[in-house]
């Protein structure tokens, strides 16, 4: 307490005096620099107002003597010149000499004719270009001024020059210095007072009484009242020294309840040690009761530690692998894997390690049973345990898999057969179309000769029978064309001509074809093709080919008297423009993050609709062809069903031109014939 005093007491000596020496030396200064520029400013004004007052007596005089030397009188021969510059000398004690010289600098007329008042005279420095100081001495520095005479003819005749001594200068200077010194003293005296005061009054006082404050506070009194303050920055800090007063007490009941909650804490440890011993009895039974449960598990486990030693194998791990336990546990992992005649003991090594690092592992594992020498498939699964040393070990356990693996094998067999015998499908195809090509080409040469050349003399009966031939070998070339297309898309061997045509071209030479077929089954066509249309680059053939096949599609399975309705329009998607293979026909199509032009074509009829299941499957290769008896190749006959393989064509033309197509149809019904419609996107880019 008593170091703390004298600390307070010297912080407050020693901050009343810097306080008190550093207002001294700042008003010493302000007033020292304040004193300094109004000497320096007075000195200045006095000095200008000497050089003016030169400057209107040497006017005046010069004009009195260029009036005379007007009259033709020279400039050295002017009487009672001496005596005007003596009486302008008289007239002010100030000036010290007044003087007119000649063009060379001679005095011909002065103050004082007697005295040679420029010899010895030294130049100095110029203030102006009338103005220059002089070393003379007599008077030692002189302000001299000179004002230029001229004769009647307007030419340099002389000069009047009048100067005044430095000394009055400063004799004015040291007077006013005096003066403001007073003054100035005075002011200084009485601030420094004030402040001397204010000091005692505003700063020591409160700093004094908020010291006390703090003693009491550092003896452990912290219910303190400060006093009022009149100072705001005071008053902030004593309300601070309350506050962190009231902050501290709460601190002292807030460390003798933490006191309390410690011993508290302490009774609680010692109950946590007890129960501590307790777990620790049930950890050993739990250990126990784990080793039982890992001996009578269904899965064979086997544990080896961190050195490859193999330190516990279970029942099942025994007859699994068929060895008894007591030839392996203490023996290295690797080394039984290599009795077991694993197939990749280098892999088992990788997978050891990375268990013992803390992963989760997972393996095939082939082996051979030593009991019965027959060869399994384990899939083992690896997890890093820690044992009753602390030191890390690997759980194995296995789970017998030969069975499945063989079934998976044999699936897999399956599966490269039928892709076998699919490649043999599609290869009969291709070898089939290309083989009927060739005799149908003659059967359809050797008919249409028959029937334009020989037809008016062959019998009706044979000419009937021989048109008969002609038909059906114009329908099993469709039938063959058809299956070309297939083969050449499934093979990616077909090419597109492709060129930068109108769709609606397009459809009209499409409808021009089957234009027939309308009439056969007294239905009607509608056009809605949009105008101003863009260019679309395509393969004219095969886009008709698309249209015609979709056409007659609808011309089948719509009634007698239905409508069908052709389409185009502009259509933006954000499906990224693409050619596509008709292997990846089912695969997603991409999509992009902007919008894309497309022209679209919709076929839309008022028939009997399409079934929702079917609607998956109708581009599938023949998936049109149902029963025997309701195949039929014929182009316009109601519900006949093809070969099934027109939309599959029609679907990789239109993919080959980066294009897509689906179908739209609430669903199959005979009765209400809700009808389907076909949409064909074609890029525009």
Sequence with gaps: MGHLSDLSKFMKSTLEKRILIFFFFVLALAIGANTAFNIAGFRQDYRDGLILRCQSVATELKSAVEKVIALGIPIDELEGINTRCQEIVGSDPEISYCLIENTVGLPLYSSDPSSHLFTGV???????????????????????????????????????????????????????????????????????????????????????????????????????????????????????????????????????????????????????????????????????????????????????????????????????????????????????????????????????????????????????????????????????????????????????????????ENLETSTRELQRLNKMKDSFLGLASHELKTPLTVILGYSELLLDEYGSSIGEEELSLLKHISDAANRLSNIVRDMVDVSMLDSNCLRLRSRQADINDVVRQALKEIEFFFSVRNQTHRLRLADDLPLVSCDTDRMVQVITNLVINSIKFTPDGGLITVATRRYNSLRIPGPHDIAEMDEARPIGEELYPYIEICISDSGIGIAEDDQVHIFDKFYEVGTIEEHFTGKVAFKGKGTGLGLTIVKGIVDMHGGEIWVDSPGCDPDQCPGSTFHIILPLL
């Excluded at 270009?129 to 002089?134: M, R």
């Excluded at 005692?200 to 700093?207: C, E, S």
């Excluded at 010692?270 to 449960?293: D, F, V």
Aim: charge should be neutral; charged fraction near 30%; proline fraction near 3%.
């Design 122 to 408: 030294q130049f100095y420095k110029t203030i102006n270009e009338s103005t220059a100081i002089l070393i003379t001495p007599k008077w030692g520095k002189v302000y001299d001024y000179s004002a230029p005479v001229f004769d009647a003819s307007r030419r340099l005749a002389g000069r009047i020059r009048i100067g005044y001594p430095d000394s009055v200068l400063q004799a004015r200077t040291d007077r006013a210095f005096q003066r403001s010194s007073i003054i100035l003293g005075a002011a200084f005296l009485i601030v420094f007072i004030l402040v001397f005061l204010f000091t005692r009054r505003d700063l020591v006082r409160p700093i004094r009484r908020l010291c006390e404050v703090a003693k009491e506070i550092a003896g452990g009194h912290f219910k303190v009242v400060v006093p009022a303050m009149s100072t705001p920055e005071f008053a902030e800090l004593g309300t601070a020294l309350q506050e962190m007063a009231a902050s501290l007490q709460q601190r002292d009941e807030q460390l003798r309840e933490k006191y309390r909650e410690l011993e508290e804490t302490n009774q609680e440890l010692q109950l946590s040690y007890q129960r501590q011993e307790q777990i620790g009895t049930e950890l050993g039974r739990s250990r126990e009761m784990y080793r039982s449960l890992l001996e009578d598990a269904s899965d064979a486990i086997l544990v080896s530690n961190d050195e490859d030693h193999i330190v516990l194998i279970n029942k099942a791990a025994e007859s699994f692998f068929g060895i008894p336990r007591e030839k392996v546990e203490g023996s290295n992992v690797f080394a039984f894997w290599e009795m077991l005649h694993c197939e990749n003991v280098e892999a088992q090594y990788e997978m050891h390690q990375n268990i013992l690092g803390g992963k989760f592992k997972e393996a095939e594992i082939r082996f051979v049973r030593l009991s019965d020498m027959n060869r399994l498939i384990a899939w083992a699964n690896g997890s890093p345990v820690v044992g009753r040393d602390g030191r890390k070990m690997v759980q194995m356990t296995f789970r017998d898999v030969t069975r499945e693996r063989e079934i998976k």
